[in-house]
């Protein structure tokens, strides 16, 4: 069957068509913030569209209601209630799956990566901010309908405001825009250090202090130790709630794996509840890559079909 | 059926026994501290058994492994490596189940309590820490052996020192002790106050202060809001992990209902992520008072001859 998936983030989108379990082609599409949700979603669909495709599966940053395929309300999306199945399906006459965008990335690491062959998991996703996804008996677990919002979780009452406008939410501690907030605090206090040198005067990024730290600059290192800490110690919070056997971590910044995940696992031993008599879980890097959320969002469009 | 349930605390235990869903006896023992823990049980047991009883249920506050029935340990509970389940079976001849104090609770509050006709709730116990139970589709949810223990996520990251030995674990702001440490901090500060000569001089204990509250005084009151408003910070936490449809609250504290879980009802509501566009969860006491998690034993005893 030929499917395609989309993932709908912020500021850019990736689209796969897909045949049965492989990948044909893939799409990255730069959302210009001109255009409604609703018109970067079909522009990323037809991106990849052909005359063969049956279904199409949306995977997007924020709360959505699975019983209609609405978009609710995200902090790092504009619009909100956006009848995402009702519009795509008219638009495009055919099946559309909706759903957050870090179950659709759990899916796709159940059925074809890193949980492959694990009935119960937890998929976490670290990148602009923390998402993440319940598998219990192999499907996802929903609650109501948003489960697995643990960026959410506050780690430290008086701590940063969140984009969500709370403040210290584990998100504020661990994501992108924390390594970025850390870095530019080292740069401005110490515009002669060595991570400020690598940096240069472009506008930092999260990948930029990655490859810094990967490249073997001291501070940059202790920089990315620290944000893999504050995951890690949110990972415990989790242990101590699912006394999960695995957990999967993915999303931009989970997936450039140890110099993030290392520091997280280490400390998880020493943060979590119970740890000498704990088996501890297994925390694997997620294998899919980018790609995920619009793979996973093409499974479940084949599975509407189906 | 006729079986027994025994629920092993810090400093007491309640024993009942039950003839199928109904108790027909229940007991009450404080705990020798000279005692070991197994032989405490042995008496907890003792003090309700007949020559009908053909199954015990135990049920303990802390980590217990569910394959072989050993309490490995607990932060309330002396002694660790208890192999509950065979020392048991050997002293009293017939099947003994063993499990977290929580899960008995909730098992209760399911099948007799406030969780009836549910087959997914959250079971948050709030008492001298907190404890907890999953429930999804009529069952535990155990993960590996030891979900449900979100008394120690750490909320608060250079907060209090919790009996875990790590700092600003949820149950350090919102439990029975938190409640006496605020409660003689007002005292000690002006003890010309109302709630001090309330309170007078005898140690001064949670159930007190909300007794006080009840009275109608204003200091106990603003304490028991603020432990419950601490409370319901909490809940948010887990309504955005799990987005559950209703949370049953049991414990000795969670028990006294509205003076705690209202405070912390009204502050889920502004906490929670997502709460414009969530449906907020039913927030419910237990009905089944300090004794569901023997009854909760007890019932899962029955489980195991049928």
Redesign the interface.
Known sequence: MIVVGVDIGGTKSLAVRMNDAEVVEESRVELDRSLSALDAISRSVDSVLNDEVEAVGVGIAG?VRQGDGTF??GPHVLG?NLQIRTEMSDRFGMPVHVDNDANTAAIAELRLGAARGHS?ALFVSLGTGIGGAVI?NGSL??????????G??????D?LLCD?G?RG?WETLASGPALVRLAREVVSVNPDSSIARLLGSSRITGEAVVAAADAGDEIARALVTDVGRAFG?GL???V??????IIIVGGGLGSVGESIVGPARRVLID?V??G????P?TVRVAELGPAAGAIGAALQAAGEVR
Do not use: M, T
């Not at 000498?276 to 088996?279: G, H, I, Y």
């Open positions: 709360l609710l309300w909100s119960d219990i677990y929903r609650g109501g309908s948003f489960a697995g919002e643990w959410h979780v506050q780690v430290d009452r701590g969500c709370k939410c110690q415990a919070n989790l101590a709630i699912f006394d999960p056997e943060a509840y119970g000498k008599v704990r088996v879980p």
